[in-house]
């Protein structure tokens, strides 16, 4: 019997039998690779971003022309991670994608939040790669972003207005931020859910 080699296996992170391309809000967070603090300081309970951090905002403020039947809520750029909302408006079949009339198929179509989450990652990483060849931005190792991110389905309007005060005052949290690469203590996970 031949050796197989072992086949990392990854926890899904997904919602099982939830169609992530129907309409709803989504509270998202993408953390960078090995929690690099590339995007600017939090100081004196503000987070002050660098240009680089200026770039990560700029492309989420795409993700609305890119996606037609999206809204962005509440957003944060903190030092290694950003936390936002996205609200699905319409259902699948729906015009997502702009461009010309006759690209309505392909890897757009639907708009499922991996997709959308894949194109503002692959943006901020274009962005980023000519800031450091350019402007001298610090350069990352190996990619800019982890491999997946991090995502909760909002249910209610009660939640949604808990995780929007949780991003406004994420920088006043940052002494215990659990992404905080010198938090004092970090905070539980889902410390969101507390507020």
Same mark, same amino acid.
């Given at each position: 019997?031949?050796?197989?080699?072992?086949?990392?296996?990854?926890?899904?992170?997904?919602?099982?039998?939830?169609?992530?391309?129907e309409?709803?809000?989504?509270?998202?967070?993408?953390?960078?690779?090995?929690?690099?603090?590339?995007?600017?300081?939090?100081?004196?309970?503000q987070?002050?971003?660098?240009?680089?951090?200026?770039?990560?905002?700029?492309?989420?403020?795409?993700?609305?022309?890119?996606?037609?039947? !999206?809204?962005? @809520?509440?957003?944060?750029?903190? =030092? $290694?991670?950003?936390? /936002?909302?996205i609200?699905?408006?319409? +259902? !699948?079949?729906? @015009?997502?994608?702009?461009?010309? =009339? $006759?690209?309505?198929? /392909?890897?757009?179509?639907?708009?499922? +939040?991996?997709?959308?989450?894949?194109?503002?990652?692959?943006?901020?990483?274009?962005?980023?790669?000519?800031?450091?060849?350019? +402007?001298?931005?610090?350069?990352?190792?190996?990619?800019?972003?982890?491999?997946n991110?991090?995502?909760?389905?909002?249910?209610?309007?009660?939640?949604?207005?808990?995780?929007?005060e949780?991003?406004?005052?994420?920088?006043?949290?940052?002494?215990?931020?659990?992404?905080?690469?010198?938090?004092?203590?970090?905070?539980?996970?889902?410390?969101?859910?507390?507020?």
């Amino acid at each position: 019997m031949k050796n197989q080699p072992l086949q990392q296996r990854r926890r899904s992170i997904r919602l099982k039998g939830f169609d992530y391309s129907e309409p709803g809000a989504y509270f998202v967070t993408i953390v960078t690779h090995d929690r690099s603090c590339l995007f600017g300081e939090v100081v004196d309970d503000q987070m002050e971003l660098n240009s680089a951090g200026e770039a990560v905002t700029r492309w989420w403020s795409q993700l609305t022309r890119k996606f037609t039947t !999206v809204e962005t @809520d509440a957003f944060i750029v903190m =030092p $290694n991670h950003c936390h /936002g909302i996205i609200v699905i408006t319409d +259902l !699948v079949g729906a @015009d997502l994608c702009v461009g010309p =009339p $006759n690209i309505r198929a /392909g890897a757009h179509a639907g708009a499922p +939040l991996p997709k959308m989450m894949q194109w503002f990652k692959t943006m901020t990483t274009n962005e980023y790669m000519r800031g450091v060849k350019a +402007l001298g931005w610090q350069p990352f190792r190996g990619e800019l972003w982890q491999r997946n991110y991090y995502e909760h389905i909002v249910r209610n309007d009660e939640s949604l207005n808990r995780i929007r005060e949780y991003i406004v005052n994420n920088p006043i949290r940052w002494d215990v931020d659990r992404e905080n690469p010198a938090a004092i203590t970090p905070e539980p996970e889902n410390a969101w859910r507390a507020q």
